[in-house]
């Protein structure tokens, strides 16, 4: 860096004198001193060239893509940006490709789905440097050679180095995952792929268990499995110093949620945790106090609702979490509401702050039940509130996240899909909420679905207070967006909502937002034209007309070839839509 930095900084002179050196004909300089010069002019114009061999080596790593197989999906194209970047960088000049051949630490990638030769190659100029070692699923190996048994024999003599393993395959070939047990694995992935004829899961005809030793497992540091056939027991009570831990598909009831939090226990350290579609094999334990990991950034629950339940009492809240996804499965009936606050109490200001640092959070609401939680930015959210009536999750939003900065980051939308709108109840709720700026609703059956004449008389309606002196309202006091996609739509009723809705400005002195209006209309089948979802012109125009409408916009949901754009109509010398 230094050398290259005194090119850079050389005065005028000095570079003019460089060129001139390096440019002299031979009879006046000596062609030693003529090559010196030469090399000291190419530098001052690459100065990346004189960087140390060592430096250029982390600045090629830092452009490669993350070898952390954790982050890696099981698609065929994961590994693919790696190794494209790496060829890339050889075809830069030369130069860099004899130094990207000669960087060990680049080439350390191994995967089934490589061409023999490549596979070869790397295993050659890694050297002696720890192997990151991927064997994808049987469909990313349908059409790619080699195969399993082409490939193993190829690494057989360089497994001693894998350091990080990633392995998928078919349940009937769990027999040729090979031990583990003298491997000094930092990361481990197996996911295990079962046939769905295979009925009550806990009968899966697994051939054999994966072989690891305790010392192999005190060893790990990130390990994610999937179906993946383990004594349970001894593997939960080795593992220590964990940063991530996953497990998926349990099905034969011999994990306990004592023996998943002891495996936490022994990793203070943990910032990653997924525990997902696993059936527990004891009873609930009685409260304790929370145990708390100061460097969790992630959770992720989709599991039996008590053990989801369980975790979330055990494990203290940890302000450094960034991902929090909760979607309990397989109550066999309603939790108490009072149940659920109490578990969640202390989570609400993770919820809070997530919500906050998002672009806006979304509720969805499912047909009749169901309730969602969601956010997606920097930050990602998602609660299932499976457990609790709609009225019951819409009051615990409510209360736990509704405030002024809601709005002024986006506020709350309201994504509805189905008759949600048809209960006295969640109208009740949400119409006085504080911070939903946009209502999206959707049908689940076009033609036969619910209808949005609630929704429309609610709007138009005013509210008073309960206490003091009551003083009329609008219901929705922050909403700003309005979308109807592929409903059945009467103009007249969107019409007379509008008009009440902002009448209260005048009457009560209302400060109530203009309103930005998403509509696409569906015919009845005996309506000609019903593949149209443009609404007329005329239709249109009077909407934006009306006070208070910001925006008229048409979001078709069906794609209409040959419709442009608002034309001009010759014929009846009018706009009309192209």
């Not at 140390?52 to 070898?67: G, H, V």
């Not at 979001?555 to 009309?576: F, H, N, R, T, Y």
């Amino acid at each position: 860096m230094a050398s290259a930095g005194k090119f850079l900084n050389a005065p005028a002179a000095q570079t003019d004198a460089l060129a001139e050196q390096a440019t002299s004909p031979p009879a006046t300089v000596d062609s030693n001193k003529r090559l010196s010069a030469l090399q000291n002019y190419r530098a001052f114009l690459d100065p990346i060239a004189a960087l140390p061999f060592e430096l250029m080596e982390i600045i090629f790593q830092l452009a490669l893509p993350s070898l952390d197989i954790m982050i890696w999906d099981w698609d065929i194209r994961a590994y693919h940006p790696y190794m494209a970047t790496l060829y890339g960088l050889r075809c830069v000049s030369k130069m860099w490709k004899n130094m990207v051949d000669g960087m060990p630490s680049l080439w350390t990638i191994i995967c089934a789905s490589f061409p023999e030769n490549v596979i070869r190659t790397s295993l050659v100029r890694s050297g002696s440097s720890p192997l990151v070692i991927y064997f994808p699923g049987p469909r990313a190996r349908r059409s790619i050679t080699p195969a399993f048994r082409e490939f193993f024999p190829i690494i057989e003599e360089h497994l001693h180095r894998c350091r990080s393993l990633a392995w998928w395959t078919d349940s009937e070939l769990v027999d040729c995952v090979p031990s583990l047990s003298p491997l000094r694995l930092v990361a481990l992935k197996i996911r295990i792929d079962v046939d769905s004829i295979w009925f009550p899961r806990d009968v899966i005809p697994f051939a054999r268990e994966i072989e690891i030793s305790d010392e192999a497992l005190e060893n790990i540091r990130a390990l994610d499995l999937t179906r993946a056939p383990m004594d349970w027991a001894r593997t939960l009570e080795h593992l220590r110093g964990l940063r991530t831990l996953a497990l998926t598909g349990v099905y034969d009831n011999t994990i306990t949620i004592e023996q998943i939090l002891s495996a936490l226990v022994s990793s203070p350290s943990i910032e990653a945790l997924t525990i997902s579609d696993i059936e527990i094999g004891d009873p609930l334990s009685p409260p304790m106090e929370p145990i708390f990991f100061p460097h969790l950034r992630s959770i992720t629950l989709h599991a039996d609702g008590a053990l989801t339940n369980a975790l979330l009492r055990r494990i203290g809240p940890s302000s450094e979490i960034t991902e929090l996804d909760i979607r309990p499965t397989g109550l066999p009936s309603l939790v108490p509401t009072s149940s659920w606050h109490e578990t969640m109490v202390p989570w609400i200001p993770v919820v809070q702050r997530l919500c906050q640092n998002s672009s806006g959070p979304t509720v969805h609401l499912a047909h009749r039940t169901g309730c969602r939680l969601q956010s997606n930015s920097e930050y990602h959210l998602v609660i299932d509130f499976l457990n609790l009536s709609q009225a019951a999750a819409l009051r615990w939003i409510q209360d736990a996240i509704i405030s002024d900065r809601d709005v002024e980051n986006g506020g709350l939308q309201l994504l509805v899909n189905g008759a949600a709108f048809e209960s006295a109840g969640v109208l009740e709720i949400i119409q006085t909420m504080w911070g939903i700026t946009g209502i999206i609703a959707s049908p689940v059956n076009r033609l036969f679905g619910p209808s949005l004449e609630a929704l429309l008389d609610v709007l138009g309606q005013a509210t008073t207070d309960s206490a003091g002196t009551p003083t009329p309202k609008s219901t929705f006091p922050t909403l700003q967006k309005l979308v109807f996609h592929s409903w059945i739509l009467k103009f007249d009723s969107i019409t007379d909502m509008l008009k009440k809705r902002y009448s209260m400005r005048s009457l009560y002195r209302q400060q109530i937002p203009d309103l930005t209006l998403d509509l696409s209309i569906l015919r009845p089948w005996f309506q000609p034209g019903r593949d149209r979802t443009i609404i007329s012109f005329p239709d249109a125009k009077a909407l934006r007309e009306l006070d208070g409408v910001k925006e008229v916009r048409m979001g078709c949901v069906l794609k209409q070839p040959g419709i442009l754009a608002v034309i001009w109509d010759e014929e009846k010398s009018l706009p009309a839509w192209g």
